[in-house]
């Protein structure tokens, strides 16, 4: 049973032009989401979350929509730059329980 | 800040031989948790400890795997013996681990990861 599920496996875009990743989930427990960054032969680095009590949460180039009642959200970069071609995973968490479950991933290529 | 550190980066053996992993997480860091990543999949949790408790490894294939971590610091991860479908990315992480969403203190922190080939 996959509780979060990217559908697309990869996703290219040219440069400056804005990235949307999605993830869908299906635990309502889910109380907390991130997206992960990671580039080949490294580990995952955190990139942002956000907590189920907002909607929306920004950092920069990165944002990271939520929508409850469709159970999912979606990560949008803008402008892409070619440093941004990685693989994004989204993960989703329950509070007091620690565990994080990740989603398949996708895999960006900014196109220069 | 240090980050998690892992070793060896890279292992290659024959199935039925063992082999360890080791990691040492994030100073003050009191969750400690091993995932395995298989490729074009994402991380799956393989055991996860709360200081030096074990909190889940329900996913942990018991008969073969086996994890500790000694005085609430570094882990260790072994495969007794390796299979072939045994071949992924060990990551390792940790967070400071309140439990409670939406603090900082939940975000996980990865390590390189091994990249474990049974041939």
């Known amino acids: 049973d996959q509780q979060v599920k990217q559908n697309s496996p990869s996703l290219s875009v040219q440069e400056g032009r804005i990235s949307i990743l999605n993830c869908d989930y299906t635990?309502?427990?889910?109380?907390?989401f991130l997206w992960y960054k990671k580039y080949p032969a490294e580990g995952p680095t955190f990139l942002i979350s956000?907590?189920?009590?907002?909607d929306k949460n920004e950092d920069g180039r990165f944002t990271v929509f939520l929508n409850k009642s469709a159970k999912h959200l979606s990560l949008h970069i803008v402008p892409s730059q070619p440093g941004d071609s990685a693989v994004y995973f989204c993960?989703?968490?329950?509070?007091?329980?620690?565990?994080?479950?990740f989603g398949t991933g996708t895999r960006l290529k900014v196109l220069a | 800040e240090a980050g998690v550190a892992q070793s060896p980066r890279y292992k290659i053996i024959e199935k039925r031989q063992s082999v360890a992993f080791w990691c040492n997480p994030i100073?003050?860091?009191?969750?400690l948790y091993w995932y395995q990543q298989i490729l074009g999949q994402g991380p799956k949790l393989l055991i996860q400890?709360?200081?030096?408790?074990?909190?889940?490894d329900s996913q942990l294939p018991k008969d073969r795997f086996s994890a500790e971590r000694l005085k609430g610091v570094d882990s260790t991860l072994k495969i007794q013996p390796a299979k072939l479908e045994d071949s992924a990315v060990y990551l390792c992480?940790?967070?400071?681990?309140?439990?409670?969403?939406?603090?900082?203190?939940?975000?996980?922190?990865f390590g390189p990861g091994t990249r474990l080939t049974v041939l």
């Open positions: 993960a989703a968490f329950t509070s007091g329980t620690y565990k994080y479950i």
């Open positions: 992480a940790s967070s400071a681990g309140t439990g409670v969403a939406g603090g900082n203190k939940d975000t996980q922190y």
């Open positions: 400890f709360q200081n030096n408790g074990v909190v889940d």
């Open positions: 635990n309502s427990m889910f109380d907390y």
């Open positions: 100073s003050g860091h009191a969750t």
């Open positions: 956000i907590s189920s009590i907002k």
